[in-house]
Each structure stands twice: as C-alpha cells, then as structure tokens.
C-alpha cells in the first residue's frame, strides 16, 4: 500500500484538533477535501481511524494505534526537510542594492568586500544606474533597497539614509593650510567647474550661489564628478562638491574643505513600500552608513 504524506499529515491534524474544520484550516484546504484525504486513507487500510458524529471526532482503538506508528516518522521527516530547506537558503542568501554609478563604483565596492568578509554566505548584488532606472528596479521588486538623492514618489518607502555637506575642492599647491573652512563668499569671480544641472546637488549649488548673490566665472561643465575634480587637480578651477566626494579626493592633490554656511545635502534609502526588507538588508544598510560616516571622516 500506498500512502502520501499529505494523506498523513491530515491524519495527524484531525487527531490534534479533533475537529475538521480547524484541521482543515492548517492544512489550508476545505473541509470537504479533508474528508477526501480521510477516506481515502481508511479505504486504503481498510479500517476506520475515527469515530464521528455531529459533535466529536475522536480516534479509533486501530487510529490510535497508527497515530503511536506514524508520529516518529512524520516528525522526522517535517524535521528534516526544514533542516535541508534552511541549508539551502543559507547557500542562497542574497540581497540586492541599486545606486547611482559614482557611488556605485567608489563606494560600495569596498563596502560590500568588507561586509562579505564577516558575511561570507552572503551575496551582495550591485546594480548601477540613473536615478529613474533605479526606481523601475525597486517598483519591480528587483532590488531590496537603493540610496541616492530620491524625491517622494507613490509606493516608494523613503528615508533618511545619510547626511552629506557641500564642500570647496581646490588644487593643493603645497602651502601649509590656514584654515578647514571657507567661506562661500570667497568663491566670488572665482573659476567655477560644474556639473551640469540634472545633479541634483549641482541644482542646490547653483540655488546657494543665487541665495548669496555670489558671481563665479563658469569656465567648464562636466558630466562626471572624478572629471570635475581632474579639472581642479591641474589648477583650472575650484569646485563644490558633496562631502562624499572626498572619498576620490584622498590620492589627488586636491585640498577639501568644509563651506559656510553648512548646506547639506540629503541621501535617502528607498525600497518597494508593499515588501518588507529581508533582515540581511537591513544589516548591509546600517553597516553601509556606518562605512560611509568612517570614509568621508578619513578613517
């Protein structure tokens, strides 16, 4: 003979619960299939393994006897097939994060070979991209989460991920430095190298020139932050930059230094708002800032 184990673990459930409805219930199926299960198995015995009226259901002498037979063995296996489902989600344990391309190749590189030494059954997918390609990803489910400068959008979850400044990059001429801090004013008739306007802190630059009434002369606008920076390295301009950028200053010779007034700028997290984050992500998020804070700190 023949029997299923779905056949089984009806059995068991109707003897736990000694109802069918509520068996039924656990086994997510109707009460009238739970029957089909039940009969099916005493026609296969050949006797009945329950008594039942409109009241109660109870166990049979024969029932009782095949709950004692069966109980080890359906333990054994609903234990070991969990015991080889954990195994495999172990080895396929994976998250995915999606940022713009900058960030995406000097920041989180580093990030994620030093989350994976501590974490080395966990896979860490990058994906690099404009900020609507980004988005597409997270509707989609395609990413866990992603950080940048994101505006409020319906669906998406959005928070508060890490707080950047906007500094002054100047060539280092080899001069002793004076002082950390400059003052937007002293940017005046100054040669300027942007980025151009679709950054969005390039627009939050351009807005604090005008709140200030600052003129530079705009000598060059550039599509890539390291260019920007190359620009300032040969002594062709100055530039602002976000604090993050500091990260693809250390090598050059370029001098940072912090700007006054403090504008800053905000890097949001933003995920799919209909999915909950797997734990492993939120691990790798709160990991990333405290990576990203020793970074632009120089540590």
């Known amino acids: 003979m023949e029997y299923s184990s779905r056949q089984l673990r009806a059995f068991h459930l109707v003897a736990q619960h000694r109802n069918f409805t509520r068996a039924a219930e656990a086994l997510f199926i109707t009460t009238s299939g739970l029957s089909v299960l039940i009969r099916e198995l005493e026609r296969q015995l050949g006797f009945r393994i329950f008594d039942r009226t409109t009241r109660q259901v109870s166990l049979t002498a024969q029932g009782s006897e095949l709950l004692a037979v069966t109980q080890p063995a359906l333990n054994?296996?609903?234990?070991?097939?969990?015991?080889?489902?954990?195994t495999v989600k172990k080895k396929n344990r994976r998250i995915s994060i999606g940022t713009t391309p900058w960030f995406a190749a000097h920041v989180l590189p580093p990030?994620?070979?030093?989350?994976?030494?501590r974490h080395p059954d966990l896979e860490v997918q990058l994906f690099d991209g404009n900020l609507r390609a980004i988005i597409k990803r997270v509707e989609a489910n395609k990413l866990d989460f992603a950080v940048g400068i994101f505006d409020r959008m319906p669906g998406i979850k959005r928070v508060p991920f890490f707080r950047f400044s906007l500094m002054l990059a100047r060539q280092d001429d080899g001069r002793p430095i004076r002082h950390s801090t400059d003052h937007w004013g002293e940017l005046r008739d100054e040669t300027l190298i942007s980025l151009t306007k679709d950054y969005p802190h390039e627009q939050l630059i351009r807005k604090q020139l005008v709140k200030m009434q600052i003129a530079c002369k705009r000598r060059q606008t550039v599509?890539?932050?390291?260019?920007q920076i190359g620009l300032v390295e040969a002594g062709l301009g100055i530039a602002v930059i976000p604090s993050f950028g500091v990260m693809a200053s250390?090598?050059?010779k370029v001098r940072i230094t912090q700007l006054d007034p403090l504008v800053t700028l905000e890097f949001y997290e933003v995920s799919n708002r209909g999915r909950k984050l797997p734990p492993e992500a939120i691990e790798f998020g709160g990991f990333l800032k405290t990576y990203i804070a020793r970074r632009v700190a120089g540590k």
Do not use: P, V, Y
């Not at 054994?76 to 954990?86: M, V």
């Not at 990030?111 to 030494?117: M, P, Q, T, V």
């Not at 599509?223 to 260019?227: A, G, K």
């Open 76 to 86: 054994a296996l609903e234990t070991g097939i969990s015991r080889i489902e954990q």
């Open 111 to 117: 990030a994620i070979k030093e989350f994976r030494d």
């Open 223 to 227: 599509n890539l932050l390291d260019t």
């Open 250 to 252: 250390r090598d050059r």
